[in-house]
């Protein structure tokens, strides 16, 4: 069955700090992928999506996340993170003929001054 | 801009009591969801719809229907509402083609005492 993991449940970084936010997928066929984040008391917003294509994929405010179907990961980027990336991200696997989106369980993200 | 309104915001229900979450979107997706967030297991499908008329049994479905009277609006419905089903609940809408966004409203927060 299609599952996504996000082995890390909280990740704390310094700001200005590079990060990795880390997804595995379990999926028979061809993946599609999202990154999405949810700031506190807010929905879920996408950062990234990816369909088969260029392996590594740009989103918004600086963020791209790279696909390895050898590794089945889709982990998350970013070069330098700001104290407004505080929030929770989640990892999602959609299948080609369907619409809904299997989530990990979220990373929590926190930011050290 | 994408447009997904859950109401209410907030909500406390007694044990066995009826509780209806509702959903509005004036996007015109035909693909709408119910997800309910619990920490450490992500977001978790509910229910979910094709279009007007149609509802679909998502992962986690039993204590819970769903009604789809209208293109709009997507309601979730719990008849006997138990402390288990204390949670964070999403709807979302989004067209089905897999590289499509989803696009989520900003929850309900959901009490059962």
């Known amino acids: 069955a299609q599952s996504v993991t996000q082995p890390d449940a909280r990740v704390t970084v310094s700001e200005g700090a590079s990060l990795q936010l880390r997804c595995k997928y379990s999926?028979?066929?061809?993946?599609?992928l999202f990154w999405y984040v949810q700031y506190p008391r807010q929905g879920l917003q996408l950062l990234l999506k990816?369909?088969?294509?260029?392996?590594v994929v740009q989103g918004v405010n600086g963020f791209e996340a790279e696909f390895s179907k050898s590794n089945s990961s889709f982990h998350l980027r970013k070069a330098s993170v700001h104290w407004s990336d505080w929030a929770v991200y989640f990892c999602a696997v959609r299948r080609y003929n369907q619409g809904k989106l299997i989530f990990g369980q979220g990373t929590k993200l926190s930011i050290k001054p | 801009e994408a447009a997904v309104t859950q109401s209410p915001r907030n909500k406390v229900a007694v044990t066995g009591g009826k509780v209806t979450l509702s959903c509005n979107q004036t996007n015109n997706h035909n693909n709408m969801y119910w997800y309910r967030q619990d920490t450490g297991h992500g977001l978790r499908l509910i229910h979910y719809?094709?279009?007007?008329?149609?509802?679909e049994k998502g992962d986690i479905p039993d204590g819970y229907k769903a009604s789809r009277p209208s293109q709009e609006n997507f309601s979730l419905i719990l008849e006997l509402a138990t402390p288990s089903q204390t949670s964070v609940y999403f709807c979302?809408?989004?067209?089905?083609?897999?590289?499509?966004?989803?696009?989520f409203g900003k929850g309900t927060r959901l009490t059962v005492v």
């Open positions: 979302a809408s989004g067209e089905g083609g897999a590289n499509t966004e989803v696009f």
């Open positions: 990816y369909y088969p294509g260029d392996p």
């Open positions: 999926y028979f066929g061809t993946p599609y």
């Open positions: 719809s094709y279009g007007a008329g149609s509802t």
